[in-house]
């Protein structure tokens, strides 16, 4: 069991109120003996300790970070609720503390959590295409996100696109250590660029001159576990 800093001080305020609530006579001896056995039990958290110790070192951080990794899917099924809005600020502030070209932040981001404007696009998605509407747990066409993220690049950087993969990749990889399941969208962004009906919600989306939208991320707490998908590291080689 891994017992932090945090935890020691609560066990150590809970006795000290279980103690008062007691009308026990707390003489400042016991509270100095209470305060040394608090503070021996601090140190003995302090890195290492026996494997079968119920305190235990603190958890190997590349260990969480290749889990995150490692156990994400893409989603496409989700609870209906939209992303709280101070976790998707949380997710935006990863995405655009990503490496980046130049450092010019070369993309605008968007997020839609009005259900109106989601509803209007899916209206205009199912007239022109009435068989993948029809597909079972069809809800909309953002991979049946309650939250989309949209994400456009800056037309006159040769590597803003870059800039833009990345930055979705710290909002996927930090929503889903949040319990927030996600999904790349390049369909229906495909869809916004090219039908006229759409264009009026693509000018809400309000890029600036220059900019065009290149993908979209839809955002949600999961309703499903996807498997993983096979992965080819024949793709991969080192060059000696
Ligand atoms: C650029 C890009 C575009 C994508 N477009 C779509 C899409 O339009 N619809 C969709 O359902 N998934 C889309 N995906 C998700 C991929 O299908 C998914 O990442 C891939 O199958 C691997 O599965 P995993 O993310 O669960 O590992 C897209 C992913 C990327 C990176």
């Not at 103690?19 to 006579?25: A, D, F, L």
């Not at 609870?79 to 101070?86: A, C, G, I, K, T």
């Not at 919600?201 to 499903?224: M, T, V, W």
Request: glycine content about 8%.
């Amino acid at each position: 069991m891994y017992v932090n800093s945090l935890n020691v001080l609560s066990i150590y305020f809970s006795v000290f109120i279980f103690v008062v609530g007691n009308k026990m006579i707390f003489s400042m001896k016991k509270f100095f003996l209470l305060s040394a056995c608090c503070a021996a039990l601090l140190m003995s958290c302090n890195g290492e300790c026996s494997k079968d110790s119920t305190v235990c070192k603190e958890p190997d951080k590349s260990q969480i970070v290749y889990e995150n990794i490692m156990t994400r899917r893409s989603v496409r099924k989700y609870h209906s609720q939209p992303v709280e809005r101070s976790k998707m600020d949380t997710i935006v502030k990863c995405g655009i503390n990503a490496p980046n070209g130049m450092a010019l932040q070369s993309y605008e981001v968007r997020i839609v959590d009005d259900s109106d404007f989601i509803n209007g696009i899916t209206e205009i998605y199912k007239r022109n295409n009435p068989e993948a509407a029809q597909k079972a747990g069809f809800k909309n066409p953002f991979s049946n996100a309650p939250t989309v993220v949209f994400i456009a690049n800056d037309k006159n950087y040769d590597l803003s696109q870059v800039d833009c993969g990345l930055l979705g990749g710290n909002m996927i990889l930090s929503a889903w250590s949040m319990g927030i399941g996600s999904c790349c969208l390049g369909g229906i962004v495909r869809f916004m660029n090219e039908n006229e009906e759409a264009a009026a919600y693509l000018n809400k989306l309000g890029f600036s001159e220059g900019y065009e939208l290149l993908y979209a991320i839809g955002f949600g707490y999961p309703d499903e576990k996807p498997a993983a998908k096979p992965r080819r590291t024949d793709k991969v080689k080192y060059i000696d």
